[in-house]
């Protein structure tokens, strides 16, 4: 069975963060396991409260899980402070797995998730571990201050973030017009993944979810390319099937190809 291992936040409502990661890891046939860095209380409408663990809670969790049944690929995403984004990076970098690193800077909503002070510990600690850094465009701005506003834009992106030394990385351009084109390169190879846009606004946990289905393919041993392109089938059948709950945005539908 492929053991998959989420490191990131509690969305209370369901559609990202952890919850968001777990149904992905059903969804695509590995076994989910998680350690959380923190708690939200979050719901359609926004984040209304967040409370980051201590480090040794954290720490404790990921020990649990890799020390006695072991992890085929790990995937991180809300890390709220530069303690933990340093913790993680360190047990990541002590762990003989491949890693999805989502670097998740903002709700959906524009709610901090990350503290300012740690952009500095993402850059140098956690993306040099990452097999695959997932940034959208307003992280890779956070981060890089390269700022895209088209398709052609995209590469120099992905430059920009493969220089704090991640494998590869893969630019979400979700958040321009037109089709939904992301661009995954380890600077050598390029892969543009295409698909579709969607007019449905209920699209909160996108981002968890594609880092999530990359892990789930690592896991199972598929190469970074052909996990990524599974992913982005998967996240684009959920976006199409997203559904209203609450007055605000809703999830995405990760049972989508059950219900089929
Ligand atoms: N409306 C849409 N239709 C189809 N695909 C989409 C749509 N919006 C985003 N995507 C795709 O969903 C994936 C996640 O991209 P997105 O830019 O939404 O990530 P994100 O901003 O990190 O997500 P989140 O806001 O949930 O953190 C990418 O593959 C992107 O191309
Ligand atoms: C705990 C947690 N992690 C990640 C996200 C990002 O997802 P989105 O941008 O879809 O709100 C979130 N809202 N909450």
Redesign the pocket.
């Known amino acids: 069975m492929p053991r998959v291992l989420t490191v990131?936040?509690?969305?209370s409502g369901g559609?990202?963060?952890?919850q968001?990661d777990l149904k992905t890891m059903l969804a695509l046939g590995t076994h989910g396991m998680s350690v959380i860095t923190?708690v939200?209380a979050?719901n359609s409408l926004g984040?209304q409260g967040?409370w980051e663990l201590p480090v040794e809670a954290v720490r404790a969790q990921y020990r649990s899980v890799v020390d006695d049944i072991g992890v085929s690929a790990v995937k991180t995403?809300?890390l709220a402070s530069a303690e933990l984004v340093e913790a993680v990076a360190e047990l990541i970098g002590g762990t003989d797995a491949p890693a999805v690193v989502?670097p998740?800077g903002?709700?959906?909503?524009g709610?901090a998730?990350l503290a300012a002070t740690a952009l500095d510990s993402v850059r140098t600690k956690l993306l040099p571990v990452a097999t695959v850094a997932t940034p959208?465009l307003d992280e890779v701005a956070q981060l890089t201050g390269v700022r895209v506003e088209s398709e052609d834009g995209l590469r120099r992106a992905a430059a920009a973030v493969l220089a704090y030394g991640p494998a590869w990385v893969l630019i979400k351009g979700g958040h321009l017009p037109g089709e939904a084109v992301d661009l995954l390169t380890d600077g050598s190879e390029e892969h543009w993944l295409r698909a579709p846009r969607h007019d449905n606004r209920h699209?909160?946990?996108?981002?968890?979810t594609l880092a999530s289905a990359i892990a789930c393919g690592l896991a199972k041993g598929q190469s970074v390319p052909e996990a990524a392109a599974a992913a982005k089938e998967y996240v684009t059948g959920a976006i199409a099937e997203g559904f209203a709950l609450g007055g605000g945005?809703g999830p995405v539908d990760h049972g989508w190809r059950f219900r089929r």
Not at 15 to 18: M, R, S, T
């Open positions: 990131a936040g509690s969305d559609g990202a963060g952890i968001a923190a939200t979050q984040v967040a995403g809300m989502d998740v903002v709700s959906k909503h709610d998730l959208n699209t909160h946990g996108t981002g968890c945005i």
